[in-house]
């Protein structure tokens, strides 16, 4: 008899065949316990291996339990499969950890895109930040990179080729403001062998405005770069500001930066940063070589289109003037491209005025001003006047002296200001034939501090040369009365000095930082020195300084138990090589001497001259005869000691 089959869950007789306990709805085993087990373990087996792959969909194989289990045989899962002790809860623990690491993946995948994103534009941000910071110009040697950008051709008059420069260029780009200079010679040759360099200076106007920083050629320079090198290799290379009020004082110049610049063998870069130099959109660039031995190059200046014009100014006035007058000539060349100039500003010298100052292209008057009554300086129009590349073209400079009165003097300085769409430089003409200033119709009887020269009788001229003929006296004269005035003209530029007054330096020779830096300047002096006994000491001095052909202060001094005491400024004149200044007549009834010394910016070169007088009004100064007066020479010049000047 076959053995009754029990529920396991009730304990209710089973009938034969049957698969649910018909008390309890329990799901009966048809299978040994020895094959469930076998098969529970081989699903066990199957889930491993599932889990193992961690694809983003797992699928069970399939086994007589899960058939049975999706043919509805409720109670499986939930039951029996959950409860067996070695895989409790594991279904639903699959499907749990299955769903972590869907979310797991998809986290990595996020992360590992937005790296990738951060990695490009990082890349790109970073390319760009470096195409702004480095810009077109390498400062690296390789000049390639100046190729395209537009030269400046130039000629220079100096004989020394390795501070000639030929070609110019300067590219101006958001963080830097490169420069690019060749020469006809080797670039920072230098002296080799006493390690003295050669000097590139480039002087920047950034404001333009000529009454702040260093005042040279009619700019007021706020930057200066400074290069140094020998053998071809550059040794230091620096910016510095302007940082004084006193205009001619090369050590108010204060280093502030370096700059970047190479050298090749005729070639020389220089880029300066725009946060230390950030020139306006009219800014103005001047270039002057220097060589080891003190020698310099014409002033030659940057355009940003390889334009510029180039003027050559000549007196032009006689001694009489008439009613059309002549001043000025002025040669104009433009190079590199056309040009077109805007105005040109002068100086109005001489007493006369209320006259018409007119400039004319010899066949049209192309502008006129009127001169007032308190006109110091005048501009005149152009109108956007075209000067076609290459072609020389000359203005006058003249004016319309009617009603003037007689005798009264008419003229212009000889620095003038030229205005337009490309950089100018002016070049001075050496000519002592004529002057820029005159007289209408008659001469005075007497001499007039007005830059004109016509007036001076009884000049004595002095032929023997020295070696400066800016400092070189060449002619002199005196007269008294109520005032005592002095004449003095040069064999070259009166107050001519030098734009560079400093040495170029010497590799390996340096030294501590001075606290406070003494007063260096480039200009010209003359001194005329009053002896009113014969003592070995003058009691008055007259002081003249200038440069660039422009008088920067006249002063008259007495002198204090050996103290130089300023008494008053002066009326003073000059034109291209002539002075004439005037003091008070401190002399009137007194036997006296006078001493001129004109003295170049370095005292290098020096030229004096000996005049007497006696008793008021004397109207000529005469020339002692050398055997009465040498004596009283010797001892001045023995025991004469140059006096401190008390500021």
């Not at 399939?62 to 409790?88: D, F, H, W």
């Not at 420069?179 to 006809?184: A, H, L, N, S």
């Not at 010679?185 to 003295?196: Q, T, W």
Request: aromatic content about 8%; glycine content about 10%.
């Amino acid at each position: 008899m076959a053995e009754k089959k029990l529920c396991d869950n009730c304990g209710a007789e089973i009938p034969a065949g049957a698969t649910v306990c018909p008390e309890c709805g329990w799901l009966i085993s048809v299978v040994s316990a020895e094959e469930r087990d076998k098969k529970l373990k081989e699903l066990a087996a199957i889930l491993e291996i599932e889990e193992s792959r961690e694809e983003p969909e797992h699928k069970v194989s399939e086994s007589p339990l899960t058939a049975q289990r999706e043919n509805g045989k409720v109670g499986l899962t939930n039951g029996r499969v959950n409860g067996l002790n070695a895989r409790e809860g594991f279904i639903n623990g699959r499907r749990n950890k299955v769903q972590v690491m869907k979310t797991q993946q998809r986290q990595r995948a996020i992360v590992a895109i937005i790296a990738v994103f951060l990695i490009v534009v990082g890349s790109v941000i970073i390319y760009f930040a470096m195409q702004r910071e480095t810009g077109k110009i390498q400062v690296d040697g390789n000049f390639g990179d100046w190729t395209d950008v537009p030269k400046t051709a130039v000629v220079s008059g100096v004989e020394k080729e390795n501070i000639a420069p030929s070609e110019l260029a300067v590219y101006d780009e958001p963080n830097g403001l490169s420069f690019y200079i060749k020469v006809r010679g080797k670039m920072l040759a230098g002296n080799e062998e006493k390690r003295i360099t050669d000097g590139c200076y480039i002087l920047l106007d950034t404001d333009a405005n000529k009454y702040t920083g260093y005042s040279m050629l009619g700019y007021g320079f706020d930057f200066r770069i400074s290069v140094f090198g020998v053998g071809g290799d550059v040794q230091s290379a620096s910016i510095y500001e302007f940082k004084g009020t006193d205009q001619v004082n090369w050590s108010a110049w204060t280093q502030v930066s370096q700059v970047k610049s190479a050298c090749g063998a005729r070639e020389l870069e220089i880029q300066a940063d725009k946060k230390v130099v950030n020139p306006g959109s009219n800014y103005t660039a001047i270039l002057i070589m220097k060589s080891w031995d003190g020698i310099t190059s014409e002033p030659f200046v940057f355009s940003p289109g390889g334009g510029y014009l180039e003027a050559r100014v000549l007196p032009q006035a006689d001694e009489i003037l008439n009613e059309s007058a002549v001043f000025m000539k002025i040669e104009l060349l433009a190079k590199g491209n056309d040009a077109i100039m805007n105005d040109v500003s002068f100086q109005i010298m001489g007493n006369a005025r209320n006259y018409t100052l007119e400039l004319s292209d010899g066949e049209n008057i192309l502008g006129s001003t009127d001169v007032g009554i308190d006109a110091n300086s005048v501009t005149i129009n152009l109108n956007n006047y075209k000067l076609v590349r290459d072609r020389i073209v000359t203005l006058l400079v003249s004016a319309n002296l009617t009603g003037v009165c007689d005798g009264c003097s008419a003229g212009v300085s000889p620095t003038i200001g030229l205005r337009g769409n490309v950089p100018a430089v002016i070049r001075y003409a050496y000519q002592h034939e004529k002057n820029f200033v005159g007289y209408y119709k008659e001469v005075p009887a007497i001499p007039v501090i007005d830059g004109a020269f016509g007036e001076w009788k009884n000049v004595v001229q002095d032929n023997n040369r020295i070696g400066n003929p800016d400092v070189d006296i060449s002619e002199y004269a005196m007269t008294t009365g109520d005032m005592l005035s002095v004449y003095v003209g040069v064999a070259g530029r009166i107050f001519n000095g030098t734009l560079l007054p400093e040495s170029t330096p010497i590799i390996g020779q340096g030294g501590g930082q001075a606290t406070e830096k003494p007063r260096i300047t480039g200009e010209d002096t003359m001194y005329v020195y009053l002896y009113t006994v014969l003592s070995a000491n003058p009691d008055y001095m007259i002081e003249i300084r200038g440069i660039n052909n422009e008088i920067k202060s006249a002063v008259f001094y007495s002198n204090s138990n050996g103290t130089w005491v300023q008494m008053q400024v002066i009326n003073a004149k000059n034109s291209f090589w002539q002075v004439e200044a005037e003091i008070p007549n401190v002399v009137r009834s007194t036997f006296f001497y006078i001493e001129i010394e004109f003295h170049s910016w370095n005292g290098s070169d020096a030229n004096r001259v000996i005049l007497s007088s006696v008793g008021e009004n004397s109207g000529i100064i005469q020339c002692v005869p050398a055997f009465v007066i040498a004596g009283i020479i010797i001892i001045i010049y023995r025991r004469r000691k140059l006096c401190d000047i008390d500021d």
